[in-house]
């Protein structure tokens, strides 16, 4: 926690010399010099609180587009999402902790980290034999390769003190076309990919 102006000021006096040349009544001029000094080390003491801040790009704000540029951002996918500080944070957050992979585990985690809680639905062919009766009928044999996305509704972004700026929205309701764009470039390139909104 910062230091504020007092607290440098009974510091800056509790250094002083001793003696009748060194006295500091409040309003004099030894204490004036005194004040602007804690005032500056007050102001910087709060930037360096700030720079702690700005160092988590969760919680950054002045050097958010240091961070979007060292990641990589904005791609095709953020550019489709908005501009607002969370979702630019949300989008920064996804792609440092990308890992790579190739499990519906890992899909899941992207869409969560977007924002989105997903299900994902695999499909498999009726094989005489191995399927039972009730099983769906889903096609030929190439069907092993399409998987869907649920997306039970459209994101909500709301607007939050400290988080967001004036301008932005009180309350935004968009359809996934960063988490569609993110899932088609990530995606195994022999899969074919189906997002499904439900209540759409």
Sequence with gaps: MAMNVDDYLSQ???????????????GGTMDNLLRAFSA???RVDARVDDLR?????RTAFEMLGEWETLAGL?????????GTIEERRAALKAKLLSTGGASEA??????EDLGYQV??????????????????LNGPAS????????????????????QSQCGDALGKFSRAADLECKLNKIKQAHTRLIVAYQGA
């Design 74 to 82: 904005p791609d095709s996918c953020s550019a489709a999402s908005g």
């Design 40 to 42: 500056e080390f007050a």
């Design 12 to 26: 800056f006096k509790a250094v002083l010399l001793r003696g009748k040349a060194w006295t500091c009544p409040p």
């Design 106 to 111: 890992y899909f899941r985690s992207i869409c």
């Design 143 to 162: 069907v092993r390769h399409i998987w869907r996305v649920r997306v039970p509704t459209a994101r909500a972004t709301y607007f939050r003190t400290g």
């Design 119 to 136: 299900q994902i639905d695999r499909f498999r062919p009726f094989v005489c034999g191995l399927s039972r009766c009730g099983d769906v």
């Design 53 to 57: 801040n700005e160092a988590d790009p």
